[in-house]
């Protein structure tokens, strides 16, 4: 499975601009860390009626997408929106990646 972030907005936003996407491979990651993001993926796929684009001024919204098997799951939600389950996934991500 591969994982894609992507942040948009907020007061950063002309700084985001410059920086690629973050992604990772499961491949590259210990089982156990595979096994827990597969389940925050999970956990993060909303209903399809769940989603709402609310906008705040100066928000950072947030993209993620799941590329497994051949199919793609792109989330998008933003700061004043996003569920707790997708919060889990999102800090997550942030964590592995700060720790890279």
């Known amino acids: 499975m591969k994982v894609t972030l992507e942040t948009h907005g907020g007061q950063a936003a002309a700084i985001n601009l ?8 499961t491949d590259t990651l210990p089982e156990d860390a595979s096994a827990e993001l597969a389940r925050l993926v999970a956990g993060a796929v909303p209903a ?26 792109v989330l998008t939600q933003s700061d004043t929106t ?4 997708f919060a889990s996934l999102l800090s997550w991500l942030e964590t592995h990646f700060a720790q890279q």
Do not use: F
């Not at 399809?48 to 799951?73: C, F, K, L, N, W």
């Open 18 to 25: 410059r920086l690629p996407p973050k992604v990772l491979d």
């Open 48 to 73: 399809p009626a769940a989603e709402r684009p609310d906008r705040a001024r100066d928000a950072m919204s947030y993209t993620i997408t799941v590329d497994d098997d051949g199919r793609s799951t």
């Open 82 to 85: 996003m569920s707790p389950a």
